[in-house]
């Protein structure tokens, strides 16, 4: 026989009678699991009801004072899907430029490099470093170095 554990009780503020699903478990029984269904044996389901009374979630909120708040999440989605769409719509944009340009090669790493600048992360390119190289620095003059 299955069993079905249910919690069930009344919101301790406004008194509406709820079942706490997520706290509920289905137990099922050796021939149940073997016909994958729960419930699916001879003897049935045998429901147990255990008392818990608690908060609702919509008197919980009002206590804490975020009830009927989004925290802006409504207004921020939306701006980040456009976002990510333009993204990915420059980058289509950029790598059919880079393969008419130029052969299958070039165009790869042209794209490589597309894709990086167009990331949400810093992201620095191998070989390229953020200090001039010593050429660039002395504009061909050699630096005298102090003797230790």
């Given at each position: 026989?299955?069993?079905?554990?249910?919690?069930?009780?009344t919101c301790t503020r406004c008194n509406e009678s709820l079942t706490w699903a997520d706290l509920s478990q289905q137990l099922s029984c050796l021939e149940a699991k073997?016909?994958?269904?729960?419930?699916?044996?001879?003897?049935?389901?045998?429901?147990?009801?255990h008392a818990f009374d608690q908060e609702c979630d919509t008197c919980a909120g009002e206590d804490e004072g975020v009830a009927?708040?989004?925290?802006?999440?409504?207004?921020?989605?939306?701006?980040?899907?456009?976002?990510h769409e333009y993204a990915q719509f420059q980058l289509q944009h950029q790598q059919q430029q880079t393969y008419q340009q130029s052969g299958s090669t070039e165009a790869t790493s042209a794209a490589a490099v597309a894709a990086v600048t167009s990331s949400t992360s810093p992201v620095v390119l191998q070989g390229q470093s953020k200090r001039p190289s010593p050429k660039e620095e002395t504009d061909g003059r050699r630096k005298k170095r102090a003797r230790t």
């Open positions: 026989m299955c069993r079905l554990v249910l919690f069930a009780g073997n016909a994958d269904e729960f419930g699916g044996c001879r003897r049935g389901v045998d429901v147990e009801t009927g708040l989004d925290f802006g999440e409504q207004q921020h989605h939306p701006y980040y899907q456009q976002y």
